[in-house]
Structure formats: C-alpha cells, structure tokens
C-alpha cells in the first residue's frame, strides 16, 4: 500500500546531542511536510519541500534542519535538542500542481521524541 | 489571518450516542478547504473528509456526517451511535488553496471519549 513511513516511532536523545528523524514515501508526492506537535497541542508546521525548494516557517528555529535528498525522503535534523523540543513529529505530503487546488495532506504515524 | 476554532475541548459520551463536534473557521479568501482529521492514541493523523469553499453539500460516510454552512462559516462534523474506536482527537483544519506556502491551520483538537 502506497503510505507514509516515520523511523523511528519513538527516538530518545540527550540533551544536545544531534538527533535525526526519517520519513520516507511511496506515493510520489512532490510536497513533504515537517510538524511539531507537544503535548495536547495541534500540529505546528515547521518547514515543507516543494519538490527540491526547502520553505521554512518564519518561526522556525534555526536549531531545525531538513534535507530532501530525493522525491521518497525526507529528513529532520535538530542540531542541538533541548528539553523544549520532545514532541511529536509528523511528516506529510500532498501533491501540488502549482495553479491547482490545495490537496490533501496525508501523514505517517509520527516519531515521539524524548529529550533527556 | 486566518483561523480555525474548535470550541470544545472534551467530550465524552457513551456508547451509541450521537455527537457533534463543531468547527467554526475566519478566511478572508473566497476558495478554501476544509478538512477533519482524526488522531487516535496511536498518533497518526488520519484524514478524513476534504471539502471545498465552493461545495456546501452534506456529505454522509456510514457513520460520520459533515455539515458545511459558509453562512456560519461553520463545518461541523456529527458521529452517529459511536462506538469505543472513536475515542481519538479530532482536529479540524483549513487550508488556501493557492499560494507558495501550502499551510494547513489546524483548530486546537477536540478529544472525544467513548465509553462502553
């Protein structure tokens, strides 16, 4: 079944310690989404990838790094995690034709992260 | 700006009972979309219905029904004899439908539980 993947579901990381997070896709969606969701909170989008171009969200700290190395992945990179940090990540992805409607986003299961 | 409210924050009902969660939304665009997802314990966001500014039709799906009145700007979403398997958070969700930034905005959740 064409879906989205997460590796890991759940990764704990030290305080500080660079910390990597995978989705992976096989719907050949040319869009790809990195949210934050914390805690009884709705999902806070961080940055997204039209095909190659990286769109950051103004508010998204810089300690957030993605990289796209082709149409299937994605990365999320933080740098430096703190404490602030531990939450839920959720990848998405949606086809976008540029002067078309908006499409669905669908998502993977998430990665919880825990900060220690 | 827009802006998705969900004004309840928690439900629970019992096994069988019906139910409605609301979702009330503020865009200055004349095209939009409107979502709902559903988000189990599990984590993973799941869509459920996409509707378009344009198409106020109430659309029906076994158990789930959704009320679209721009009039109210309101997109409600109505489960009938719900069962246990519906305990999850349910977020509602807009989006533009054109524009270089492909955001969804998402309300701040409603968690339904369903006792047996």
């Known amino acids: 079944d064409a879906m989205v993947i997460q590796n890991p579901r759940y990764q704990v990381t030290q305080f500080g310690k660079p910390v990597t997070l995978s989705c992976s896709q096989t719907?050949?969606?040319?869009?790809m989404y990195w949210y934050q969701q914390k805690s009884s909170q709705a999902p806070k989008l961080l940055f997204h990838?039209?095909?190659?171009?990286?769109?950051n969200e103004a508010d998204t700290p810089d300690n957030f790094q993605s990289r796209r190395p082709n149409t299937s992945f994605c990365f999320l990179d933080i740098r430096s995690p703190g404490l602030g940090d531990a939450a839920m990540y959720l990848c998405?992805?949606?086809?976008?034709?540029?002067?078309?409607?908006?499409?669905?986003?669908?998502f993977g299961p998430g990665t919880r992260l825990t900060v220690l | 700006a827009q802006k998705v409210t969900q004004a309840q924050t928690e439900i629970s009902v019992v096994e069988k009972e019906d139910v409605t969660l609301d979702c009330v939304y503020e865009t200055r665009d004349t095209t939009y979309y409107l979502f709902w997802y559903k988000q189990p314990p599990s984590g993973e966001l799941v869509f459920l219905i996409r509707?378009?500014?344009?198409?106020?039709q109430n659309e029906i799906s076994g158990r789930y029904s959704w009320n679209f009145q721009k009039s109210t700007s309101s997109f409600n979403f109505t489960i009938t004899a719900s069962q246990v398997v519906d305990s999850a958070v349910y977020f509602c969700?807009?989006?533009?439908?054109?524009?270089?930034?492909?955001?969804?905005?998402f309300g701040k959740g409603m968690k339904l539980t369903v006792n047996p």
């Open positions: 969700a807009l989006s533009e439908a054109e524009g270089g930034s492909e955001k969804l905005v």
């Open positions: 509707r378009n500014s344009f198409d106020e």
């Open positions: 990838y039209y095909d190659k171009d990286f769109n």
């Open positions: 998405a992805t949606s086809i976008s034709r540029g002067t078309s409607p908006t499409d669905t986003q669908y």
């Open positions: 719907l050949n969606h040319n869009v």
